[in-house]
């Protein structure tokens, strides 16, 4: 099974700072059919997950172009350029490369 | 709009049966895949499995496998999610999720979750 590693698991940031979470998987999510498939997910306080990226760096339909994701192979990055207050909740990166489908540990952005 | 509504929260005692639901709408159900997503409380998110509602392919990860049982009836767009007996420690909130598939690969739309609790 792959396994999904996030750091960190927590990261507070000022409003209007950067900030970035690493995904690191157990083996490459290069599937045969030659595409990546990780995703970036958030989840806010009492809310369902919600899909932010997908296929390493496309924006999903709603996404702010604040948002952007980045990596090849095993290693990933989901960026925020700058923080805003409604970013706040849990990030998770998710693998659909290979089954059983597997999610990091989240990440907890708070606000500093 | 895409939408996936899921049953009620439930309270159950363990050892009993509990079948919940996942209804889709705007879009064509048969064309994609349902997954089921626990989270229990105060932690992340873990993938139970999938089903494909065009023939009912279905894929279980081996930490649920003949513990849950994933089910759908595609004439009323619904997908389940099952436990024949539940324990104490199936207390979580479950999410589904419609799952893209090949060519995409990610869970784009999410139900608002059922919190199932198992208590004596």
């Known amino acids: 099974d792959i396994v999904m590693t996030q750091t960190p698991l927590s990261s507070p940031v000022s409003l209007g700072q950067p900030a970035s979470i690493s995904c690191r998987s157990s083996?490459?999510?290069?599937?045969?059919?030659?595409?990546?498939?990780l995703s970036w997910l958030q989840q806010r306080p009492g809310q369902p997950p919600r899909l932010l990226i997908y296929?390493?760096?496309n924006r999903f339909s709603g996404v702010p172009d604040r948002f952007s994701g980045s990596g090849a192979g095993t290693d990933f990055t989901l960026k925020i350029t700058r923080v805003e207050a409604e970013d706040v909740g849990v990030y998770y990166c998710?693998?659909?490369?290979?089954?059983?489908?597997?999610f990091g540990q989240g990440t907890k952005l708070e606000i500093k | 709009e895409v939408r996936l509504v899921q049953s009620g929260a439930e309270v159950k005692k363990p050892g009993e049966s509990l079948k919940i639901s996942c209804k889709g709408s705007?879009?064509?159900?048969?064309?994609?895949?349902i997954a089921w997503v626990r989270q229990m409380p105060g932690k992340g998110l873990e993938w139970m499995g999938v089903?494909?509602?065009?023939?009912?392919?279905?894929r279980y990860s081996p930490s649920f496998q003949g513990q849950v049982t994933i089910s759908a009836d595609k004439s009323i767009s619904t997908a389940y999610l099952q436990w024949s007996s539940l324990k104490a420690s199936d207390t979580a909130m479950y999410y589904c999720?419609?799952?893209?598939?090949?060519?995409?690969?990610?869970?784009?739309?999410w139900g608002q979750g059922t919190l199932v609790t198992v208590s004596s």
């Open positions: 999720a419609r799952f893209r598939g090949t060519y995409l690969g990610d869970f784009d739309y």
């Open positions: 705007g879009y064509s159900f048969t064309s994609y895949w």
């Open positions: 089903i494909y509602l065009g023939d009912s392919d279905t």
């Open positions: 083996q490459s999510l290069v599937h045969s059919d030659g595409n990546t498939y």
């Open positions: 296929k390493i760096s």
């Open positions: 998710m693998q659909a490369t290979q089954y059983p489908h597997s």
